[in-house]
């Protein structure tokens, strides 16, 4: 019977690790997709006294549109990036995702995801460069644009004179994807010297719509000599001020999918700080280090500023081009990142490949079980001995049910004289264990795979199965509560899991047959509000398990007859 409690703590912990029950899951495992995806809403800047300018109260909200049509703008226009900087401030906040795969939800028509809005309007968000110090521009301060549109092949510079003749200067740029580039520049023309300090911010207000949860971070993040620190929105709100020191690295705020962040000169030092004021307004920044500049001298600074989606070859490639320490990180695959990643490319490949992401994840799982295919035989192998060796077994328990450590005697002489491994069921199931978190972190985490469709009704396979016979598959006009909301492929998932069952040899335990019995029916209830493309992987994983096991069983014989009782 060791087999089969081993086998049972094998199911019960991979249910715990990879699913829990509903009310712990929206804690902790993060299911699928919403209708809409949308972003927190932000708030005006609040930032450290004496080394970054301070601001006051939050401005009361108002109208978008009002609010962009009050200031001087530069327009911002890139392949995947549409809006305007205000130039009061030289603040980047406001922000379009232009690719037409980033809109709230899959609707026709429904608008493209908003990631920056500007300080006075409802979803206020945005990052903001420049100096402090004596004399330095006010975070408030009017800049003069060199020209009117910022595009990836014509940079912009942004120019503010002080009264005592020193020339501050933001040379930006953007590329084709999501990076700005902002090259910090002070003339001074003065006759004494002068003190300043370049910064960065990225200011909101509220907690992302986005849940938190120890498999998906969303809230405050950031890189400090090579360590990546996660901040959630309750840590920074209880603290007030989280303080770090770092050289180069980077700083800001993750959703879900969308990424804001402020990257210093990796080889400068910096002062960096998560941060919560009044009006539940957060914000990430850092500080440079002072720079003395003398008459007829200048300094320079770079700065790079993140805003946009969280692709994973987009983030990878910025770690790598420009030196960006764990950039990839900022999408949380967290320990089985060396399982998670390939399995995406993979996954990508295939999609491209296939032009259906829902024929990729099968392809996926075939791959997978081709992979697995030695192990798994096996497994099928050791199970089909085990079939055979059934009515043995049941007579040794009948025979030794008033000495149980006899009849375990007799059980392990049986597996020895038959060859049989009993613990070889048990390893497939924990190889799949890393496998299915990684495609889990997969489908969840990479944009990549929003709002992918598969066939017929699938039209999103980050979001659970939409239709469910709780209302006769959408014939009556209401929408059932998420977790008896059991769509169609959970479904199949269930009944699968049971088909499965039946061929492999039963407990002999009356109790282990009544928890393996119901197994299927809790998985499918517990799986219910997954991704559909969660869903699909594991009901054709089982449909190829059965299939397996069909073939080997047939290949290794039927049970022999049972024994005449003595």
Not at 342 to 349: A, G, M, N
């Amino acid at each position: 019977m060791n087999d089969q409690k081993n086998l049972i703590l094998a199911v019960v912990l991979s249910a715990l690790v990879l699913f829990g029950w509903s009310a712990i899951s929206e804690r902790f495992f993060p299911t699928a997709n919403p209708a809409a995806t949308k972003t927190a809403a932000a708030s005006d800047v609040v930032l450290p006294k004496g080394s970054v300018p301070a601001a006051g109260a939050a401005p009361a909200i108002r109208n978008r549109d009002q609010v962009l049509a009050e200031t001087p703008r530069l327009k911002i226009s890139t392949p995947n990036l549409v809006g305007s900087i205000n130039l009061k401030g030289a603040r980047i906040d406001d922000l379009v995702l232009a690719n037409p795969l980033y809109t709230d939800t899959i609707k026709p028509g429904s608008p493209p995801v908003r990631l920056f809005s500007p300080s006075g309007t409802a979803k206020a968000y945005f990052a903001q460069v420049g100096w402090t110090g004596p004399g330095a521009p006010p975070a408030d301060a009017v800049w003069t644009a060199s020209a009117t549109e910022l595009t990836p092949a014509k940079p912009v510079t942004l120019s503010w004179t002080s009264p005592a003749g020193q020339t501050y200067e933001i040379v930006l740029a953007v590329d084709n994807k999501f990076m700005f580039t902002a090259t910090q520049r002070v003339v001074n023309r003065g006759a004494g010297a002068i003190a300043v300090q370049p910064y960065a911010l990225v200011s909101r207000a509220g907690k992302s719509a986005d849940p938190d949860a120890w498999t998906a971070h969303v809230g405050l993040i950031g890189v400090f000599d090579d360590l990546l620190r996660d901040v959630n929105y309750d840590e920074a709100s209880d603290a007030g001020t989280i303080t770090e020191a770092s050289r180069g690295g980077w700083i800001g705020f993750t959703d879900k999918y969308w990424l804001a962040a402020v990257i210093p000169d990796q080889k400068a030092r910096i002062d960096a700080a998560f941060r919560h004021s009044a009006g539940d307004r957060f914000q990430t920044d850092f500080a440079g280090q002072p720079k003395l500049v003398g008459p007829g001298q200048q300094a320079t600074t770079t700065t790079h500023v993140f805003a946009g989606a969280k692709e994973v070859r987009t983030l990878d490639g910025y770690e790598e081009t420009l030196g960006i320490p764990l950039f990839g990180r900022a999408i949380d695959w967290g320990w089985f990142e060396i399982i998670a990643k390939p399995i995406f490319y993979l996954l990508d490949w295939l999609f491209v490949f296939t032009g259906n992401f829902g024929v990729a994840i099968i392809g996926l799982t075939i791959i997978v079980r081709i992979a697995m295919f030695p192990i798994a035989n096996k497994q099928f192998a050791s199970m089909a001995r085990m079939r055979i060796i059934a009515p043995k077994m049941k007579e040794l328990q009948e025979r030794y049910k008033d000495d149980r450590v006899r009849m375990q005697q007799e059980v392990m002489k049986l597996y020895q004289t038959e060859k049989v491994n009993p613990l070889a069921g048990c390893l497939p199931i924990l190889l799949q264990i890393p496998i299915f978190y990684a495609l889990y972190k997969t489908l969840m985490l990479s944009i990549e795979m929003r709002h992918q469709p598969f066939v017929l009704w699938i039209k999103d396979l980050s979001a659970p199965d939409p239709l469910t016979p709780v209302n006769l598959f959408g014939l009556l006009p209401f929408t059932p509560p998420q977790f008896i909301a059991i769509g169609v492929l959970p479904i199949l998932l269930g009944i699968t899991m049971w088909l499965q069952q039946k061929l492999n040899p039963a407990p002999m335990d009356e109790i282990q047959q009544k928890v393996f019995a119901i197994l299927p029916w809790v998985f499918m209830v517990i799986m219910a509000p997954f991704a559909a493309g969660l869903q699909l992987y594991w009901t054709t994983n089982n449909i190829l398990s059965i299939g397996q096991q069909w073939w080997l069983y047939k290949k290794h014989g039927a049970p022999v007859t049972e024994p005449a009782k003595s």
